[in-house]
């Protein structure tokens, strides 16, 4: 049993919803009753947890101090969906969220519905998110984020970071941290170019259960799962992520407009993607720059376009120290002229002269894909097993522009 005023609570429920004896009794808190979750923000104080039954709250949040949401069920009800009827700066931000947690640390958000589709965003000037850590440390957890969708023009043409993320963590110019964010259990989807985006040095983040889809590359963008980038340092592990194949785009137009599950770009050292399921996608796993990843015990599946997993350095320099073991790779497709032409198709493909080497590629199994393994010279590849490829491995160094012909013997 709490003691009281061991912390304060505020209940929130719209008025007329959550009856008196609904309030009397999860009230443990100094406070009565409120009507909207930033009235009862503007009281809280840190540490202080806020309990929030079911309803719509058409609000935008700016939390500045370490406090706990949490969604709370009620008369058999249990959805808390925070929807802004009409999105904003809210702040005097330079971006848009649904909820913006800024220069604070331990922000607990559990198990509401973050909805972002009434947003104002067009292009790629203002920033926009669901949920946006900024500056700040915390956790999502047992949530759903969705609407992160820009209105016409419904596309950022910027590659990186593009625009549009279910949940986006960074820092302003010239801070480094350290911030630790926690992303965990939650359905993230309908979202622009990114489902998680974490984005910056100094920054820890743990992507861990969640289910994660896109649409892919129908719509014309570039859209990624999980993008990790500039000197974050990340543990991906146990999500389910499904994005989008080429559909009647044809392969080489498609590779232009792809959508990938996991992205490293340029990350910080010991990052790791372990355990998760990939599908639909014309990458699985992209890495571009980084030094000792762990890419590990992923199930990746129906990909087209690109590779289970693509290996380059060039957004760094270097991709180094790193081990690439016991992934579980199927249906890499097509099976040809287009993949050689376009050197893709591959379980594994290292692309060569990018500042690829010292990797360790060992024990992955490759099922029905133009090749196993496609390694440049300076990496070390080990016992896989390659069923239905028309090539095991072959050296990518030796096919710098395209890779040998897809005829089948």
Same mark, same amino acid.
């Given at each position: 049993?709490?003691?009281?005023?061991?912390?304060?609570?505020?209940?929130?429920?719209?008025?007329g919803?959550?009856?008196?004896?609904?309030?009397?009794?999860?009230?443990?808190?100094?406070?009565?009753?409120?009507?909207?979750?930033a009235?009862?923000?503007?009281?809280?104080?840190?540490?202080?947890?806020?309990?929030?039954?079911?309803?719509?709250?058409?609000e935008?949040?700016?939390?500045?101090?370490?406090?706990?949401l949490?969604?709370?069920?009620?008369?058999?009800?249990?959805?808390?969906l925070?929807?802004?009827a009409?999105m904003?700066?809210?702040?005097?931000?330079?971006?848009?969220a649904?909820i913006?947690?800024?220069n604070?640390?331990?922000?607990?958000?559990?198990?509401?519905?973050?909805?972002?589709?009434?947003?104002?965003?067009?292009?790629?000037?203002?920033?926009?998110?669901?949920?946006?850590?900024?500056?700040?440390?915390?956790?999502?957890?047992?949530s759903?984020?969705?609407?992160?969708?820009?209105?016409?023009?419904?596309?950022?043409?910027?590659?990186?970071?593009?625009?549009?993320?279910?949940?986006?963590?960074?820092?302003?110019?010239?801070?480094?941290g350290?911030?630790?964010?926690?992303?965990?259990?939650?359905?993230?989807?309908?979202?622009?170019?990114?489902?998680?985006?974490?984005?910056?040095?100094?920054?820890t983040?743990?992507?861990?259960?969640n289910?994660i889809?896109?649409?892919?590359?129908?719509?014309?963008?570039f $859209?990624? /799962?999980? +993008?990790?980038?500039? *000197?974050?340092? #990340?543990? !991906? @592990?146990? =999500?389910t992520?499904?994005?989008?194949?080429?559909?009647?785009?044809?392969?080489t137009?498609?590779?232009?407009?792809?959508?990938?599950?996991?992205v490293?770009?340029?990350?910080?050292?010991?990052?790791?993607?372990?355990?998760?399921?990939?599908?639909?996608? $014309?990458? /699985?796993? +992209?890495?571009?720059? *980084?030094?000792? #990843?762990? !890419? @590990?015990? =992923?199930?990746i599946?129906?990909?087209?376009?690109?590779d289970?997993?693509?290996?380059?350095?060039?957004a760094?320099g270097?991709?180094?120290?790193?081990?690439?073991?016991?992934?579980?790779i199927?249906?890499?497709?097509?099976?040809?002229?287009?993949?050689?032409?376009? /050197?893709?198709?591959?379980?594994? *493909?290292?692309?060569?002269g990018?500042?690829?080497?010292?990797?360790?590629?060992?024990?992955?199994?490759?099922?029905?894909?133009?090749?196993?393994v496609?390694?440049?010279?300076?990496?070390?590849?080990?016992?896989g097993?390659?069923?239905?490829?028309?090539?095991?491995?072959?050296?990518?160094?030796?096919?710098?522009?395209?890779?040998?012909?897809?005829?089948?013997?």
């Amino acid at each position: 049993m709490l003691r009281q005023n061991a912390f304060r609570i505020g209940l929130f429920c719209l008025v007329g919803w959550c009856d008196s004896s609904y309030a009397a009794k999860l009230a443990v808190c100094s406070n009565a009753s409120y009507t909207t979750i930033a009235g009862a923000l503007k009281v809280a104080q840190p540490g202080d947890e806020v309990d929030i039954c079911p309803a719509v709250y058409p609000e935008q949040l700016v939390i500045t101090q370490p406090v706990t949401l949490h969604g709370t069920g009620a008369n058999g009800f249990q959805r808390v969906l925070i929807q802004p009827a009409a999105m904003t700066n809210a702040g005097n931000l330079p971006f848009q969220a649904v909820i913006s947690v800024v220069n604070t640390n331990d922000v607990s958000i559990d198990g509401l519905a973050i909805d972002a589709s009434q947003n104002t965003v067009s292009g790629c000037t203002v920033p926009l998110s669901g949920i946006h850590f900024y500056n700040s440390s915390g956790s999502v957890s047992n949530s759903t984020i969705s609407g992160a969708q820009l209105i016409s023009p419904k596309s950022c043409a910027t590659l990186f970071p593009g625009n549009g993320a279910g949940i986006q963590v960074d820092t302003a110019a010239g801070q480094t941290g350290p911030f630790s964010v926690s992303i965990s259990n939650n359905s993230i989807h309908d979202f622009n170019r990114n489902g998680v985006l974490v984005n910056g040095a100094g920054i820890t983040a743990q992507v861990r259960g969640n289910a994660i889809s896109g649409v892919g590359p129908s719509t014309g963008y570039f $859209q990624f /799962g999980v +993008f990790i980038a500039n *000197g974050a340092v #990340a543990n !991906i @592990t146990k =999500n389910t992520i499904s994005q989008g194949n080429c559909g009647s785009i044809d392969p080489t137009s498609c590779i232009n407009l792809r959508s990938e599950g996991v992205v490293f770009r340029s990350v910080g050292d010991g990052s790791v993607v372990d355990s998760n399921f990939i599908t639909n996608a $014309q990458s /699985g796993i +992209f890495l571009n720059g *980084g030094n000792k #990843a762990q !890419i @590990t015990n =992923n199930v990746i599946m129906n990909i087209d376009a690109l590779d289970g997993i693509n290996i380059q350095g060039s957004a760094s320099g270097f991709f180094t120290n790193s081990v690439i073991a016991g992934n579980t790779i199927s249906h890499v497709f097509p099976i040809a002229m287009s993949a050689s032409v376009n /050197g893709t198709g591959c379980g594994i *493909g290292e692309a060569s002269g990018t500042g690829v080497a010292q990797n360790l590629i060992v024990d992955n199994t490759i099922n029905d894909a133009y090749c196993g393994v496609a390694f440049v010279t300076a990496d070390n590849l080990f016992s896989g097993t390659y069923f239905n490829t028309l090539y095991s491995s072959f050296n990518a160094d030796l096919y710098p522009t395209a890779f040998p012909p897809a005829v089948e013997p």
